[in-house]
Structures are given as structure tokens and as C-alpha cells.
């Protein structure tokens, strides 16, 4: 396992104080006209870093194309009986789930956990190759590795909190997974348990990852509830949560001029 301290340094926003106006947008506002008005999404259908990274938890870690993992970033690892590894702190919750899912008669399957950067760096490399070998160009086969093997750095799987999920009976990762029993269960249930489906098939543009109907991310159990309930995804939910917190400040400021005046 990877010693050092237990991820990045606590959360500085007060995500207490802007739970209630955070629901209010989240209840206010449909993914369409969010993606309209407001998403990170460019017309380029880039991600624009937002500010709400430097300040997240370690639960809200925003890691993605746009936003590479930190590089003095370190984290406990604990080891699962497959002999995977994750994020220690989500060790209990995860196995949790996937005993709640079997006691429902399936057999979920943990077959990708923490990678670290070598690993990530070898399956990157080889997805480039083999798009190469099928006749893209360079530039083409990087760009499309990509959108389904992400780049060194910016990997979820790197931070210790994401998993792949699959049915014991149906082990191959494509589109064909959401049809299965396990992963029925699994986008239905996970909020439960703080996870989310980290890439729905309706954000790539906003993710910038292909849809995946086996990668389920830890963001703790009431970030989880609110992206269930929204339909948003996590850039889209820390964007909002963004804009919360800027209208409390705004609306404190304002308390304080009525006050001083």
C-alpha cells in the first residue's frame, strides 16, 4: 500500500451552509436547461476548471480531463479480498454495497480499483496502439484513447475511489453491461452507499469520458443523494455547489451593508 496522509487537506468550504441553497438550484434546475445556461460545458464541449477544486474535500475530488490529479497527491490503500485496492476510507462502504447487491441473488464483480500511474500509463499506451493498429491516425487514436482510456494524471482510478463493477457472468466492459441484472441494481442502488454512476451516457460532453455503465466513483452518501436526485453529474453538482456558496456570500455581504448602514 501507498503510505502517506489520508488524501488532501479538509474540506474549507462549509458545505453545511450552503446545503439549503444548493438543494433549491438543484430542485429548480433540469440537467437540459442547466447545460443551456450553466454547465461547465464550452461549445468546444470542453470543462472549465472550477474554483470549488482547490477548496473540495476529499470526497468531491474533481479529476478529469481538465483537471489533473494533484501531484503531491497520496493515499491510504487498503486491499480488497481480490486483492484490488482502494482508498481506505472508502473500504467499508464499498464492500457493503456489493454484499447488499449479492443478498439480492447477483454476483457483482470489483475488476479495476485504485491504478497507479504506471499502470495507467500502460493501458493508455496500449489502447493508442491498438487504434493505431485498426488504421487511426496518431493524432486520431490519441484523441479517441482518450475519451475511454483517460491520460495519465487525470484518472479517477488513480485517486483510490472509483471501482469498475461488472456482472461475474458478463465480464466484458461495453454497453452491454447496463443490461445486466448487477448493473440494474447498482445504478439504482449505489447512492445508497455515497457512489454514483460516474459517467452517464447522456454527459460525455461534459465529462469528456465515453459513457461507462460499470464506473461507480465514492462521493459520500449526501453528494450521492443530490446527483441522484438532480440527474446531474459531478462537474455539473460542483458547479452548483460553486454558485451556492457565492450567493450566500453575496447574500451576507448584503445583510452586513443593511447592518452597518
Known sequence: AIKGPAGRKGITMNVARCAAALLTALMLMSPATYAADGAPATQAGTVQTTPVQAEQDWQLLLVNPWNKLPEDYTVELKKLPNGLQVDARIYDVLPAMLSDCQ????????????????????????????????????????????????????????????????????????????????????????????FILRYPSDKSAVTGIGYEPWHYRYVGRETSKAIQDSGLCLEEYLTALENAEKNIHTNENQETAKAVS
Open 103 to 194: 443478498k439480492a441473488g447477483l454476483r457483482p464483480l470489483v475488476c479495476s480499483a485504485y491504478r497507479s500511474s504506471e499502470t495507467q500509463t500502460r493501458l493508455y499506451s496500449n489502447k493508442i496502439a491498438r487504434l493505431r493498429a485498426a488504421g487511426y491516425s496518431k493524432e486520431a487514436a490519441i484523441r479517441e484513447a482518450g475519451r475511454w482510456v483517460a491520460v495519465p494524471g487525470t484518472s479517477e482510478h488513480q485517486t483510490g475511489l472509483a471501482v469498475d463493477l461488472v456482472a461475474s457472468s458478463y465480464q466484458v466492459l461495453d454497453r452491454k453491461q447496463e443490461q445486466t441484472a448487477e448493473q440494474k441494481w447498482l445504478m439504482e442502488h449505489c447512492w445508497e452507499y455515497g
